[in-house]
């Protein structure tokens, strides 16, 4: 318990430093027109929205900041890197007439943006699955740093109107301040050659997978250890192999928040360290999945998903979901393998899945990265 608070100080204490440092140039450098600065505390790759966003304003020739987790990381001893993300990167960040985020970044609770400035969240999921942000149950400390984080928005985008209020709730803002301008990560699903590229690139990797179809099991986390150490031992893949070996390669995808190396059988492919999850989503059949929104991606393409929901009454006893979990779910329930495989067999429920696609997605037009940008500059 003493070290937990010690962390908790030791954040607090940074967050302040950082918004020291931002508020200071903030105070004394001009704002820049042409710079934009681009917060990915939890997806250094930039393979989400954020990253389409950013390649859209580069190629408008901004000047684009990028700032990640990896600048902290200094178990390499790049202490520089670390004196870089709080002195220069906080100044930069200060100065910039547009900034973009995918997640909360704490610091911003405490930092006066210049006037002028237009700070934009873009989350980094698609559509609405599980309620988040506001709408959820949260530590009074963090809901409170939430809020004033919130407050530093002028904007947040969303990829359908049909979830403006959701959104809305999650980030405080008026509906007016929420953007149904599509989703910028939805670009690279729908882009022309990006499917094909994904499956061959797999198939070098893999190449087990060729002549087969692919399906992907991603289940998220769990609240306790225990659980998510127990996880992967509800999936009978002795059973899968027997029923579909000549037909599917399988491969697993845990949620970040699991750490643990997954003890898998060989002939299934741990792809938890995968950089692009894109790719994946591109190159895999079929979906296996609980109550992970990576589900809404396979929507999207109109892909077949199924939904190995096995302790779905102990899960969904305290998790909002945005919808009803056991009739709008764009595919079928399953609480053991052996339903799993017949729903993977079954007829793809085309219409079920237009329903539930349509209420998360207004664009398919891959210009949903360009519309965020001439919105946010025009306003």
């Known amino acids: 318990m003493g070290n937990q608070n010690l962390v908790i100080a030791m954040k607090k204490f940074l967050y302040r430093f950082y918004a020291f440092l931002f508020n200071f140039a903030a105070a004394v450098f001009p704002l820049k027109e042409n710079r934009a600065a681009f917060i990915s505390m939890h997806n250094e790759n930039f393979n989400d929205s954020l990253g389409e966003v950013t390649r859209e304003f580069e190629s408008r020739g901004f000047e684009c900041v990028r700032i990640t987790r990896r600048d902290l990381d200094a178990k ?104 149904p301008l599509g989703a910028p990560r939805a670009d690279y699903l729908l882009k022309e050659g990006n499917a ?67 003890a898998l059988p060989p002939f299934v492919f741990d792809v938890t360290d995968y950089k692009d999850v894109r790719e994946l989503v591109l190159a895999c ?31 969904t006893k305290d998790r909002n979901f945005c919808f009803d979990y056991k009739t709008e779910l764009p595919g079928g329930i399953a609480k053991t393998t052996g339903e799993v495989v017949e729903l993977l067999r ?5 219409e079920k899945n237009e329903k539930f696609r349509r209420r998360n997605f207004d664009f398919l037009d891959c210009n949903s990265a360009k519309r965020v940008a001439d919105a946010v500059i025009e306003k």
Request: aromatic fraction near 16%; charged fraction near 30%.
């Open 196 to 262: 094909e590229n994904a499956r061959k690139k797999l198939e070098m990797l893999y190449p087990a997978l060729k002549g087969k179809k692919a399906v992907l099991y991603a289940p998220t986390f769990r609240d306790t250890k225990e659980e998510n150490e127990k996880l992967l031992s509800n999936f009978d893949f002795e059973l899968f192999k027997k029923e579909f070996d000549e037909e599917y390669v399988i491969f697993v995808r845990l949620h970040p928040q699991i750490h643990e190396k997954a």
């Open 285 to 315: 059949d079929a979906l296996v999945t609980d109550y992970s929104s990576i589900c809404m991606d396979f929507s999207l393409l109109s892909k077949k998903t199924v939904f190995f929901a096995f302790d779905e009454e102990k899960y």
């Open 76 to 179: 390499a001893g790049n202490i520089f890197r670390v004196l870089d993300f709080f002195f220069r990167k906080s100044r930069l960040l200060a100065t910039s007439k547009y900034v973009f985020l995918n997640d909360n970044f704490m610091p911003m609770a405490f930092c006066n943006f210049k006037q002028g400035a237009v700070v934009t969240q873009l989350w980094h999921a698609e559509g609405a699955f599980k309620r988040f942000g506001l709408a959820i149950e949260q530590p009074e400390s963090v809901r409170k740093n939430e809020i004033a984080c919130n407050k530093r928005l002028s904007f947040a985008v969303c990829s359908s109107k049909a979830v403006i209020p959701i959104y809305a709730q999650a980030f405080g803002l008026r509906y007016g301040q929420v953007l």
């Open 346 to 350: 079954a007829e793809f429920d085309a």
